[in-house]
């Protein structure tokens, strides 16, 4: 079955999302991406933070009942790290994994990988991978 991904390009202003922690402030790292996520999205939406030529960090917005697409990278592992809600992680030992907010997940070369938001509230991970481990929807 096909998955749509919303592709969102964004630029913080002065390199920081967040910015550094004032005396007696608390920020959760959620809130440090809140002016990159989408107002009730329908699909996944995948949004560039940043981009260089060793390193790419994208904010994935997975509202219930969708998913971000199972795919895999031939040159690279992708690091997942959930800020918000829980998602089935789809992977090709088919696990059936359950990853929540506060927890990492890494993914090696050639590996399947992709979640399903089962949830109420939308999930929301960053993931970081070199610009250089390629794309391959499965």
Known sequence: SSHKVKNNVQRSSNGYFCS????????????????????????????VLHQDKHDNMVLWQIPPQTMLPAHRHLRGADIWIVLQGEAELVDDAQSGRIIRAGESVIVGNHQIHGARNNGKEDCILISVISPKAGFEQV
């Not at 004032?22 to 990159?36: A, E, M, V």
């Open 20 to 47: 550094k922690k004032s005396k007696g402030s608390s920020r959760s790292p959620k809130s440090c991406f809140t002016d990159f996520l989408q107002q009730n999205p329908t699909e996944a939406v995948r949004t």
